[in-house]
């Protein structure tokens, strides 16, 4: 009996592994409920197995070596009402899926936006308080995730063509006039490893240099950034003649002691993808008390559909009226050179 019941243990010890690595897939389409359309580049999760994907340009998505068992199925789209569905994955088996997202629809008015009042209960808009802002909102979220996403899970590498100008308020000696000087312009090659917002952060002081590290989709992400602002609608504007844009405007927490960024992010009304950002540093540090503003406008460009980065940067600094300071103004800009994933671009072999 005994080498029986070892014989019996040793037996469960071997099978039971496979009982744990049983598992089956799950594959699908993501459409419009409105009209059939597939939609490309859908952001499809199994959050309970830490897996995600984009789905391709024609809307499949497809997960292999899932555990068996019940599971939440989570589909994103830019423009749709996000949907979780229960789903159960059966051992050996790909089961095959038609997911209907539904269009936002909102109704926006114009508003008349004087001055906001000080952030003084910072956090995500919910739906009780205002429900238009709220739904507007989620989409500013999806379109960060969405961001944040490409850059973890396909990274990628760009560069940009800088140029710099400097305006001086007289000449700086007998042989150097005053006016504008524009530097030659340079490329400079960046990554999509998004850096760590902390509250106050904003300012980096780099070999005796401050640095403004201008947060981007994927730091707005962070749930940090998101309970470090107040949030409001800003109505409808016009970006140019012929496109507008839903307007949310962002206020720092006033409990935020140090340089943070207030400003606008500019959104798309059709499709719900953000098109630009325009954010201010607040509360420059001691080091650069000479400086009187500092604008940074960002405009994203699409590189596949639905799918974003960032396009082009301008940012101004003004100064104090300082005799110590020389320049009254600087410039930079930024022009999208190229762009490449280093390995695996989204949609590709799902």
């Known amino acids: 009996m005994r080498a029986s019941f070892r014989s019996s243990f040793?037996?469960?010890?071997?099978?039971?592994?496979?009982?744990?690595?049983?598992?089956?897939?799950?594959?699908?389409?993501?459409?419009?409920?409105?009209?059939?359309?597939?939609?490309?580049?859908?952001?499809?999760?199994?959050?309970?197995?830490?897996?995600?994907?984009?789905?391709?340009?024609?809307?499949?998505f497809r997960f292999r070596n899932v555990p068996v068992g019940k599971t939440v199925l989570r589909i994103r789209r830019l423009g749709f009402t996000p949907r979780d569905i229960v789903v159960e994955i059966r051992f050996d088996v790909t089961d095959t899926m038609r997911?209907?997202?539904?269009?936002?629809?909102?109704?926006?008015?114009?508003?008349?936006?004087?001055?906001?009042p000080p952030c003084k209960t910072p956090g995500v808009p919910t739906a009780d308080k205002d429900s238009a802002l709220a739904a507007i909102f989620e989409q500013v979220r999806l379109n960060a995730e969405q961001y944040l996403l490409l850059?973890?899970?396909?990274?990628?590498?760009?560069?940009?063509?800088?140029?710099?100008?400097?305006?001086?308020?007289?000449?700086?000696?007998?042989?150097?006039?005053?006016?504008?000087?524009t530097d030659p312009n340079e490329i400079q090659t960046y990554f999509s490893?998004?850096?760590q917002y902390r509250p106050g952060r904003i300012v980096q002081r780099r070999s005796g240099d401050d640095y403004f590290r201008i947060p981007t989709l994927a730091e707005i992400a962070d749930p940090r950034f998101l309970g470090a602002h107040c949030w409001h609608?800003?109505?409808?504007?016009?970006?140019?003649?012929?496109?507008?844009?839903?307007?949310?405007?962002?206020?720092?927490?006033?409990?935020?002691?140090?340089?943070?960024?207030?400003?606008?992010?500019?959104?798309?009304?059709?499709?719900?993808?953000?098109?630009?950002?325009?954010?201010?540093l607040t509360k420059p540090t001691s080091a650069m008390k000479q400086l009187a503003n500092m604008e940074v406008t960002t405009d994203y460009k699409e590189i596949l559909e639905s799918v974003f980065v960032i396009g082009h940067v301008f940012s101004t600094m003004s100064y104090n009226?300082?005799?110590?300071?020389?320049?009254?103004?600087?410039?930079?800009?930024?022009r999208l050179l190229t762009f490449g994933f280093v390995k695996d671009k989204p949609g590709v072999n799902p």
């Open 10 to 60: 040793l037996t469960l010890a071997l099978w039971a592994p496979s009982l744990l690595a049983q598992s089956g897939g799950l594959t699908g389409t993501v459409v419009s409920r409105e009209t059939g359309e597939r939609l490309a580049y859908s952001i499809v999760e199994l959050p309970a197995h830490d897996q995600s994907q984009f789905a391709t340009d024609s809307g499949v």
């Open 99 to 116: 997911v209907e997202l539904t269009r936002v629809v909102l109704s926006l008015e114009g508003v008349s936006v004087k001055a906001h």
């Open 151 to 181: 850059a973890k899970q396909y990274p990628f590498q760009y560069r940009m063509v800088v140029s710099r100008s400097r305006t001086w308020r007289e000449a700086i000696s007998w042989w150097e006039p005053g006016g504008t000087r």
């Open 193 to 195: 490893t998004p850096f």
């Open 233 to 280: 609608y800003g109505g409808v504007e016009s970006l140019t003649d012929s496109i507008c844009s839903i307007r949310v405007d962002l206020v720092a927490d006033e409990k935020i002691g140090s340089s943070d960024v207030d400003g606008s992010i500019y959104i798309d009304p059709r499709t719900f993808q953000i098109r630009r950002s325009v954010l201010n």
């Open 321 to 334: 009226e300082d005799p110590k300071v020389k320049i009254s103004s600087a410039k930079e800009e930024q």
